[in-house]
């Protein structure tokens, strides 16, 4: 800093700050704050519905393109990455010395973008464990439902579910097909659980529209539609439940030239007493 510099500066910021000489005001100037917890930045969030991106703070940064599948692969593997693992994974054409420049290269754009969701040491990669992840928030929002251990808030149905049932449309590596897959049964098997979870708290109208996502997602999938049609019956609308059985039903016998399961059927045609009787009449749980 120029001597000019320096009393330009010391008149933008008050001389009431800056009391030594030049000399001993420029020593404060380089010495490193002392950063108390609050002020210390918030992790980054990493966006794989719509993404992928990250988020720091309010502002959205893009990955640079050289990087998304690396960043995409460390997070999806739910743990710490072998780094020769990923360098052979992502880049396998070519010796091991030109995969490994291609990671550093892709690391350090994503370091040049801001992105510092990644941890690594000379061994393995890994995504920073304070960083927000919507794939992983969604997976864990699903455990606590299919495990039956939900607390009020996860009662509620994810806003990022069609998302999800089409995780990063587009990529055709195995890995992100395996994991793609994988979240959209477990997805389902959540709505299906929290359907019923709902209708035993004869919160039937919330139970409903739970059901229908599944059915929507997957028309297809028997319980999903046993699910909605259990709902149904639960509130004691059994003309619903015959019509939206008629309506698989014919779906099923034109796309796949089969029937629904005879227990489905019972079901419907058996007006829903098995499943009335099942219900306890509990208030609301939240």
Request: glycine letters at 8%.
């Amino acid at each position: 800093m120029t001597q000019r510099d320096y009393c330009r500066y010391r008149r933008g910021i008050g001389e009431a700050t800056m009391t030594g000489s030049p000399g001993e005001d420029l020593a404060l100037l380089a010495a490193p704050p002392t950063l108390r917890a609050a002020d210390a930045a918030p992790s980054q969030e990493l966006r794989l519905f719509g993404g992928p991106y990250v988020v720091d703070g309010n502002r959205p940064i893009s990955v640079p393109e050289g990087s998304k599948r690396l960043l995409v692969f460390i997070a999806l593997r739910r743990g710490r990455v072998d780094r020769r693992q990923a360098a052979g994974t992502l880049w396998p054409n070519g010796d091991d010395e030109r995969a490994a420049g291609n990671l550093r290269s892709a690391l350090w754009r994503m370091k040049g973008a801001g992105i510092s969701v990644v941890r690594a040491d000379k061994y393995a990669l890994w995504l920073d464990p304070q960083a927000r992840f919507d794939v992983r928030d969604l997976d864990r929002w699903a455990g606590r439902i299919i495990e039956e251990t939900a607390v009020g808030a996860d009662l509620r149905m994810p806003r990022c579910s069609l998302d999800a049932v089409d995780l990063l449309p587009g990529w055709y590596d195995d890995w992100v097909i395996y994991e793609r897959e994988r979240l959209r049964q477990r997805l389902l098997h959540a709505l299906e659980s929290l359907s019923r979870t709902l209708a035993k708290s004869r919160l039937f109208a919330q139970a409903i529209e739970v059901a229908l996502e599944g059915v929507r997602i997957d028309p297809l999938r028997e319980s999903a539609l046993r699910v909605l049609v259990e709902a149904h019956l639960a509130e004691g609308n059994l003309c619903e439940a015959r019509r939206i059985y008629r309506d698989y039903s014919d779906l099923v016998r034109r796309e796949l030239g089969i029937s629904p399961d005879p227990e489905l059927q019972a079901l419907v045609e058996g007006c829903g007493q098995t499943v009335l009787r099942t219900l306890p009449r509990a208030r609301t749980p939240f």
